[in-house]
């Protein structure tokens, strides 16, 4: 089964980032596979290089950093939420002349063409969050 993600929930305040990357691990560990991992809303907080959660707390940014990698998951970050938001790569920051970014591989900012395409390859969509 390949699958897409979708995910609403603020990493520091919703339980849907840690779910999914729960879900995902375990539906590699069984032999499927994510297409791509669609980061909405508050979710994009997620891909921020610049996050450090409270020690003791799931570092949620290097966690999926590190399973998108290891796994080469297609990790897109919505770009009308993260500007909104002071979400930017350096392709973006550069745009707005901004002095810095604070997105970096594996996550990407990209529209919802990409969602769009992610559930049309896809065999399951599946979203966590509101």
């Given amino acids: 089964m390949n ?20 879900f995902a691990q375990a539906a590699v560990k069984r032999g499927h596979s994510i297409y791509r991992v669609f980061f909405l809303g508050d979710a994009v907080h997620t891909g ?6 409270p020690q003791g707390e799931a570092n949620l ?18 770009i009308s939420a993260a500007l909104k ?11 707005y002349d901004k002095a810095a970014s604070n997105i970096e591989a594996p996550f990407t900012i990209s529209g919802l063409g990409q969602l769009i395409d ?3 390859a896809a065999d399951r969509t599946i979203t966590f969050g509101n």
């Fill in 48 to 53: 921020s290089s610049l996050t450090v959660p």
């Fill in 3 to 22: 699958y897409t993600l979708v995910i609403h929930g603020a990493p520091a305040s919703s339980q849907a980032c840690q779910t999914a990357l729960s």
């Fill in 85 to 95: 938001r002071g979400l930017l790569d350096e392709s973006e920051a550069t745009r």
């Fill in 118 to 120: 992610g559930t049309a």
């Fill in 61 to 78: 940014h290097q966690a999926w950093k590190e399973f998108g990698e290891e796994h080469q998951i297609d990790m897109v970050i919505c």
